[in-house]
């Protein structure tokens, strides 16, 4: 009898225990509360005397999770908004939108995501980088002008090719080999005027991340990194404006209502207007860019919101109007977020992308014009399934059409033919997996697979080699030649050419040390189909992307990385230290006198190689106080090999590594900003890198009468090393509080010692002397500028 009362008495206690422990979901939307703008990755905390519980909000502001029944004390602590708390009791399955307070003690404007200064040392995710819109704001930038790509260059393991180039290297990558997304939409150029700024209105620009190992499965099609950037929505409860006139360009954005509380516009544009100097001083030649930014959102109902966004930029170049240059990028996303339950969400996209270059040379008589074009669907689900485990999956397809050059005469009575370059089509479809689980109170692991695939299509005529090798070696000179093709074969339109698919296993892992400091570790391969055509060491608008087919095969990566990451005094102070290895295959070389321009053959002038780079980065950040800011240091190897196929051939480099054109040794960047008082703050940004590696002479002879140089091995030298302090200060006028009209003014210096950096080193001789001289080329000193922003 005794035993069955305490049988009795522990199922009841059991069942008790159960019934306590059922769990219900709270789930909703983190909101600006002055804008109703959808905040990004904000963390949110769940605490009561049992548990703590955290959750972060999706690229829509969206969070979800799932509590036992209770009282819950919410708090959200941000860089940004004011700090949030609010007791809630859960019974039932409860959907609650958290509205955040943004801070009011600067004009800065942008609604930016809500992170919190602490590292999410439990999270498995590491190689990732993010910066606020206030952060890149309190930058100097040269010639006034915010840049968001230039900012990013403070992070550990991003450096560029140089001064005035265009694009960035993550961990010793090419810039080809970043996926840059605007909306979801890819951006292949991100630079303005030749990389002096970059193509993003910081004004428009809502949250940016950057990924650079540890890339989720979601992500694929590039092998370095991804440069994840959202625009603004626009604010649905209040018409408003704001803009900056500076030296050199200047910018305006409007956003408001359509209905007030569901729908909402933003308008963005910016233009540069230097050329107008020129003019008045009778010189011919221009340089100016102009792009517009658009995002409109309407809510259908509480699990249905439609977004359509959009993106047109173009940059012109002219000498005399005899050389004429214009390129630039056009996107388009049509997006639909549906709600099936408070625990799956998914996102629908229908994008377009499209960069156009082209080129009219009038002395000669013929335009040019190239450009790539894709279509692009995505649908892509997250599923809370609970708050330990959360998955991911989804696919999308890209079918891209490449134009590699088409010309045409001028006039009628120009001796050039016109001509159109084989166009070329591809389509790119993969299927992913993603998951995110808390395994035990330590341990946390991001695990995914994506598998890629990728069909070269027709219609086009293609070469057939002896021996599958359209480039040759000659034994007796020590050079590579171009194969004279046996044959050609023609492809019907949507053949498929060659294909190819891959399997991209990704995963991360995070153990917990205690509540301050964690380890963590990833893997994972990535795939990319597309090769930028180009033998600069940073891109131009006259690089041409081609598809990979039966000679040019896809680039493939495997990268690991580990790191330590630590919060100080609360988070007040957080150091990360990540060390990384990485190898790609199947990167493109190109032989000696190598003719890129026009070439419907290039399989006749590449190799394929394969690079590797490791290095460590730290990165050591002071996130309160007046004076915060970080400092990041790269220390990294990136070199490229590509052997002889046979015992017999020498290979690029006698077979040898080399280093890239983008290696650079040693990497620091010490930013900081001095908030002064509530009128006058103030900011800087000290750099220093490694010199960029280049190739001297080291010899010379003479023949017939000529000086012929002797060259070292490839980039096995130095440009001097690089480095500059630049300077802001931000004057916020006190009578700015309570105005519609605010103002600001912002005093900046680039370059304020007057360095002057090596941007190249020719070798000429000299006309007087006959001697050999070396030349440096500087493209910068110091740069003054000052710019006004304005909100109403």
């Not at 950057?210 to 099609?221: D, H, M, S, V």
């Not at 549906?338 to 002395?363: E, Q």
């Not at 002889?644 to 900003?673: A, M």
């Amino acid at each position: 009898m005794k035993k069955n009362n305490f049988l009795t008495l522990l199922f009841f206690l059991l069942f008790v225990s159960a019934f306590s422990q059922e769990k219900v979901t709270l789930s909703g939307i983190v909101k600006d509360q002055k804008s109703n703008e959808t905040l990004i990755g904000v963390t949110i905390s769940f605490q009561n005397s049992r548990t703590t519980r955290t959750s972060l909000t999706n690229e829509y502001g969206f969070y979800s999770i799932s509590l036992p029944k209770g009282e819950y004390k919410i708090e959200i602590n941000s860089l940004s908004f004011d700090g949030f708390s609010e007791v809630i009791s859960l019974e039932s399955n409860t959907k609650k939108d958290l509205f955040l307070i943004e801070k009011s003690n600067e004009i800065e404007q942008v609604v930016v995501a809500g992170n919190s200064k602490k590292l999410q040392i439990d999270k498995p995710e590491m190689s990732v980088n993010k910066l606020t819109i206030s952060q890149i704001k309190s930058m100097p930038a040269i010639l006034g002008e915010v840049d968001v790509i230039k900012s990013i260059l403070t992070l550990p393991g991003v450096t560029n090719a140089g001064e005035g180039q265009s694009g960035f290297n993550v961990r010793g990558g090419a810039a080809d080999q970043n996926l840059i997304l605007l909306d979801e939409a890819t951006i292949y150029n991100s630079s303005h005027l030749f990389g002096f700024f970059s193509v993003f209105n910081a004004d428009a620009i809502k949250d940016l991340k950057l990924y650079k190992g540890g890339i989720p499965a979601r992500f694929g099609g590039r092998v370095a990194s991804v440069l994840d950037i959202y625009q603004k929505e626009g604010n649905s409860k209040k018409f408003g404006m704001n803009g900056g006139i500076g030296l050199i360009s200047s910018r305006i954005l409007a956003e408001g209502p359509i209905v007030k509380d569901k729908g909402s516009f933003l308008v963005a544009g910016r233009s540069s207007y230097a050329h107008l100097f020129l003019k008045l001083a009778d010189n011919n030649n221009t340089a100016y860019f102009y792009d517009l930014n658009t995002k409109i959102n309407y809510k259908l109902n509480e699990n249905n919101n439609l977004f359509l966004s959009g993106y047109f930029g173009r940059d012109v170049f002219s000498l005399n109007n005899q050389f004429i240059n214009t390129y630039g990028n056009s996107v388009l996303n049509v997006r639909w977020n549906h709600l099936f339950n408070d625990k799956l969400f998914s996102n629908a996209s229908f994008i377009y992308s499209d960069y156009y270059y082209g080129l009219t040379l009038d002395f000669i008589g013929f335009n040019w014009e190239s450009g790539i074009k894709n279509y692009n669907f995505k649908y892509d689900f997250k599923h809370y399934v609970s708050d330990s485990y959360k998955l991911f999956y989804g696919a999308n397809a890209i079918y891209y059409d490449f134009n590699p050059g088409r010309i045409e005469p001028i006039d009628a009575n120009s001796s050039i033919n016109e001509k159109q370059l084989a166009k070329k089509h591809a389509f790119e479809p993969a299927f992913y997996i993603d998951a995110e689980q808390k395994l035990t109170d330590k341990l946390s692991v991001n695990y995914g697979l994506r598998y890629s695939m990728f069909y070269r299509l027709g219609e086009q005529t293609m070469n057939i080699y002896a021996n599958n090798q359209p480039v040759t070696y000659d034994a007796d000179l020590g050079i590579y030649e171009k194969a004279t093709p046996v044959d050609k074969k023609y492809y019907g339109k949507n053949e498929t050419i060659a294909n190819f698919g891959n399997l991209e296993p990704r995963i991360a892992l995070a153990y917990t040390i205690n509540d301050n400091q964690s380890v963590k570790a990833s893997y994972n391969r990535m795939s990319q189909y597309l090769h930028l055509i180009s033998n600069t060491q940073s891109p131009t608008p006259l690089d041409i992307w081609t598809p990979s087919d039966n000679f040019l095969k896809p680039q493939i990566l495997d990268q690991f990385a580990v790191g330590y990451f630590k919060n100080l005094k609360n988070g007040d102070y957080t150091l990360e230290v990540e060390s990384f290895y990485k190898m790609v295959k199947n990167r493109l070389d190109y032989i000696d006198g190598a003719d890129l321009i026009a070439n419907e053959a290039i399989e006749q002038v590449v190799l394929a190689g394969k690079t590797r780079a490791y290095g460590l980065e730290i990165m050591a950040k002071k996130n309160v106080g007046k004076l915060s800011g970080w400092i990041s240091y790269t220390l990294s190897r990136s070199e490229q090999q590509t052997a002889g196929r046979t015992p017999i051939e020498s290979g690029i480099n006698n077979g040898n590594w080399y280093k890239t054109g983008w290696d650079k040794t040693h990497n620091i960047y010490v930013t900081g900003s001095y908030k002064l008082n509530q009128k006058w703050s103030f900011g800087s940004i000290f750099t220093y890198q490694t010199g960029q590696p280049v190739t001297f002479p080291t010899a010379q002879y003479q023949y017939q009468g000529i000086n012929v140089p002797v060259y070292s091995n490839r980039n096995q030298d130095n440009l001097p090393a690089y480095h500059r302090i630049d300077v802001s200060a931000t004057l916020n006028p006190t009578k700015n509080k309570g105005r519609k009209w605010q103002g600001e003014w912002v005093f900046s210096v680039y370059n304020l010692y007057g360095r002057k950096n090596a941007a190249s080193i020719n070798f000429r001789q000299n006309q007087d002397s006959g001697l050999n001289e070396a030349v440096r080329l500087s493209i910068f000193g110091m740069v003054p500028s000052v710019t006004y922003n304005f909100k109403f």
